[in-house]
DNA sequence: CACAAAACAAGAGCAGTGCTCACTATTGTT
DNA sequence: AACAATAGTGAGCACTGCTCTTGTTTTGTG
C-alpha cells in the first residue's frame, strides 16, 4: 500500500529542494535575487529543466509567499500560547522580521510588480495573524460597552469604511463587530507601519539595540 | 552677463527630460519598469548615451526617490496650509498615493535592493512630512501635562527607544518633549501602514470608496 | 518481457537588462 | 583655423526569464 512511487518521491524532494534554495536566494539577495537560472545553476541542471517543476518564477514567487506568511503565524501562534496578549503577538512579528527581513518584505512590502498573488493561494495564511489579533483584541473588549462613547458623530461612514473588512472576516467565520474591527484595524496598521518603518529603515540608523522597546512603547501608547 | 551657456542650457534640458521619463516610466510599470535603456530609446539615443547624464540606474532612481518626496510634502504643506489639522496631513498623503502609487512604493515601501539612498541627498525631503506631522502634535498638546499618567512604569526604556528620534529631530532643529515624539511616531507609523495596506493591496479588495473615511476613522481612533 | 507513454533533461535561441570601452562627431573657446 | 571639452555611436560582456526542439531515462502496462 505504497502511495508514493519513488519518482513521486523524487519529484517533492526536488520541489522542497527549490523552495529551500529560493527561501536562501531572498534572505541573501532579497526578492531580486531570486533567479530560475542561478537555482538552476545550484542544483546542477540546465535552466530549463527547472521549469518542469515550476512554472515561472512568478509561480515560484507565489509559493515563498506563502511558506513566509505560514512561517510567520505559526511563530505568531506559539508566542500567544505563552503569553495571549497583544504586545506578546507585535513582539513575535518584530522578532520574525529581525530573523528574516527580505522574507518580511515579501509579503508586508511592496508587492512584486506585474504579479498579482492568487488570492485563493494566499488568503488564508495571509490573514492569520491578522485573524489572531482580531481574536486578541475581541477578548479584551468588554462586550457590554461596545460602542465607544466619543467620536459617534458619523457612525454610518465608518461602519461602511469597514464593510469590506467585516466581510473578509465574516468569509473567515469570524464575527466582530465594528468597534473591535476598528480596534483591530489601528493596532495592526500601527504594528506593520512600525515594523516597516524598522526593517526599511525609514526612521534613520541607531534603532538597532531599542526596536523591542519602541514597539512596546507604540503598543502602550494605543492603549493596548 | 549670461551664467548659461546654450550647452548648459540643453544639458539641464536633457538631464530634466530624463527625470520626466523616469518618472512615467515609474507611474507606469513600477520601480522594475525604470530602464535606462527605454529612456534612451525615448530620447532617440543610443543606450550608452544616457549614461552620460546619470552615473547609474541607481542615480536616476534617487533623483526619483528625492523628487517624490519633495511633491508628497509640497502636497501636504499646501493641504495644512487650509486645514492645520491631522486628518487634513493624513488625507492629502492618502491623496497623493492614489495618483502615484508607484511613486508611494517607491519611498514608503520596500527599499530598492542592494541601493542605499545617500542620507544626504534625501534625508531632508524625506522628513519633511513626519517633521511637519511633529509640530502638529506639539501644537496640539498642552505643554503643561506632557508626560500622560498612564503607562509610566518605565520611563527610561521609553526615552531610551526614542533617542535615536529625538536626535533626528534635533539636527533637523526640532525640539520635542518625549510625549510628542511617541504620540508623533503612534500616529505616524498608523498613517503609512493604512495607506501602505490600502495601496498594497493588504486588505483585500472592496475599499476603492471608502479609503478616506476608513483614514478618517482610524485618525480618530487614535484620539488625533 | 517488450514497448509505448510519460517524465526529465539538454541545449540552442529570443528578447530584454545594466554597464563599459574605444571610437567618432559635434560644439565652443582660444 | 587649431584644439579641447562634450555628446553620441556601436560593439560587447554578463546576466535575466522563458520557449522550443531534441534526446534520454524511467515507468506502467499489454
Same mark, same amino acid.
Given at each position: ?20 534554495? @529560493? ?173 516597516? @518603518? ?24 494605543? @492603549?493596548?
Amino acid at each position: 500500500m505504497e502511495n508514493t512511487t519513488p519518482r513521486q518521491r523524487a519529484r517533492l524532494e526536488t520541489e522542497a529542494q527549490i523552495t529551500r534554495i @529560493g527561501n536562501r536566494m531572498v534572505d541573501e539577495d532579497g526578492v531580486d535575487g531570486l533567479s530560475l537560472r542561478a537555482v538552476a545553476r545550484e542544483l546542477g541542471v540546465v535552466s530549463s529543466a527547472v521549469y518542469r517543476y515550476v512554472k515561472s518564477r512568478d509561480e515560484l514567487l507565489t509559493i515563498l509567499i506563502r511558506d513566509a506568511f505560514t512561517q510567520i503565524a505559526e511563530e505568531v501562534d506559539a508566542a500567544l500560547a505563552e503569553d495571549r496578549s497583544v504586545p506578546s503577538l507585535a513582539l513575535s512579528m518584530l522578532d520574525w522580521s529581525r530573523r528574516y527581513p527580505n522574507r518580511w518584505a515579501l509579503i508586508y512590502g511592496t508587492p512584486v510588480p506585474d504579479y498579482e498573488a492568487p488570492r485563493q493561494e494566499t488568503v488564508v495564511p495571509g490573514t492569520r495573524v491578522m485573524v489572531a489579533l482580531t481574536q486578541l483584541i475581541a477578548e479584551a473588549s468588554t462586550p457590554p460597552m461596545a460602542t465607544s462613547a466619543p467620536s459617534s458623530a458619523e457612525p454610518s461612514r465608518t461602519a461602511q469604511a469597514l464593510g469590506p473588512l467585516r466581510e473578509g472576516l465574516e468569509e473567515l467565520g469570524i464575527d466582530a463587530d465594528d468597534a473591535v474591527i476598528m480596534r483591530t484595524l489601528t493596532v495592526w496598521v500601527a504594528i506593520i507601519g512600525a515594523v516597516n @518603518g524598522l526593517r526599511f529603515g525609514q526612521f534613520g540608523p541607531g534603532f538597532d539595540d531599542v526596536e523591542a522597546d519602541l514597539v512596546r512603547a507604540l503598543i502602550a501608547d494605543l @492603549g493596548a
